[in-house]
């Protein structure tokens, strides 16, 4: 991976970082107003996991100056197309993974 590569990841994924810290707070905030508690506690969770997985990915990246893309989903698992990635180098979720958690911050936002 080059530097300018690595630069756009690590700027996607502080972006990243930033958005699920804001939305943790989010639920954080209306934690009383969730009706389902235990899907505000699942939400919070996997919220939490996800910035976990993308703190590690960052520090990975860091580390090392010729890491290759990733190739898994840092939420699934599941193996990143290969098309995703040449679109998307910087990825980190799957493409149905980033389109649900796109859903799920656009419902918060409206
Ligand atoms: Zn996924």
């Known amino acids: 991976m080059n ?6 990841r690590i700027k996607s994924i502080n972006g990243q970082i930033k958005y699920y810290e804001n939305y943790i707070s989010k639920i954080k905030f209306f934690e009383s107003d969730w009706i389902d508690q ?16 993308l703190r590690n990915q960052k520090r990975e990246i860091e580390r090392s100056n010729e890491n290759s893309s990733p190739e898994f989903c840092i939420d699934c698992g599941e193996r990143i197309s290969e098309k995703r990635k040449n679109a998307k180098p910087w990825a980190v979720m799957c ?3 980033s389109s649900e958690y796109e859903r799920i911050h656009q419902d918060l936002a409206s």
Do not use: G, H, I, M
């Open 95 to 97: 493409t149905d993974c």
């Open 3 to 8: 530097k300018e590569v690595r630069n756009a």
């Open 38 to 53: 235990s899907f505000y506690e699942d939400e919070l969770s996997s919220t939490a996991y996800v910035l976990n997985n």
